[in-house]
């Protein structure tokens, strides 16, 4: 079946630096990824839509200059968070779904668990 | 704005007992999807409800879907230990079955 892989799986970093998280679909092109935030027992909030050779559609209150979205090819996306500090400390997912399946659910990837110093 | 709220928002049952998870959400739409997340994992996928009416069955766990009420359901019946996770609804009012918006959760216990 259909997969989208996220890595890395875990990141531990220092305050103000930053982090890039890539997201790929491995036998499907995805003109579209989507990007969700988690905190603790809480729910996934969606962040922003990644499109493919334009710019991301971000959710309000959502930060473009603070969370950097690239969709350069059909199979990858990449989240960078920029000079990241612990606030900036979550569960990030990306999600993607098969173009032409839209009674399918998204898949998503494995998640990236990112802890700012 | 789109609101989705799940009750309960945490549940402890014992093995073999029945329980239901309700789904509410504010706005119109005619696709819910069900997923389930293990502590430190991601989503896994569970049912896809596209119609007033459809309900959806695997194993021990059955999903339902009134649009007209705005309500869905995951009922667990005679419950085991593995099902223990937090499940989410999660709703699409885009019509492309694209962009979700997920309910509050509700994390499962089952205890021996």
């Known amino acids: 079946g259909a997969v989208v892989s996220q890595h890395p799986s875990r990141v531990i970093c220092k305050s103000g630096t930053s982090v890039k998280i890539e997201c790929r679909s491995l036998d499907f092109q995805a003109t579209t990824m989507f990007w969700y935030r988690q905190f603790p027992k809480k729910s996934l909030m969606l962040m922003a839509t990644?499109?493919?050779?334009?710019?991301?559609?971000?959710e309000q209150g959502v930060e473009k200059d603070k969370f950097l979205i690239n969709h350069a090819s059909l199979t990858l996306s990449t989240l960078t968070v920029t000079s990241a500090h612990p606030e900036d400390s979550s569960f990030y997912i990306c999600?993607?779904?098969?173009?032409?399946?839209?009674?399918?659910?998204?898949?998503f990837g494995d998640g990236t668990r990112l802890s700012i110093l | 704005e789109l609101k989705v709220e799940q009750n309960p928002l945490f549940l402890s049952m014992q093995e073999g007992k029945n329980y239901t998870i309700y789904c509410n959400y504010s706005t119109t739409s005619d696709r819910l999807y069900w997923y389930r997340q293990d502590p430190g994992k991601s989503l896994e996928s569970l049912f896809v409800?596209?119609?007033?009416?459809a309900v959806k069955q695997e194993g021990r766990l059955m999903a339902s879907l009134d649009t007209k009420a705005r309500l869905s359901t995951l009922h667990i019946t005679a419950a085991v230990h593995d099902l223990s996770a937090t499940y989410f609804c999660a709703v699409d009012i885009s019509g492309t079955a694209s962009k979700l918006t997920f309910g509050t959760g509700t994390r499962l216990q089952v205890t021996l």
């Open positions: 999600s993607a779904r098969e173009p032409g399946l839209s009674n399918q659910p998204q898949h």
């Open positions: 990644s499109n493919e050779g334009s710019k991301a559609t971000y």
């Open positions: 409800l596209l119609s007033n009416g």
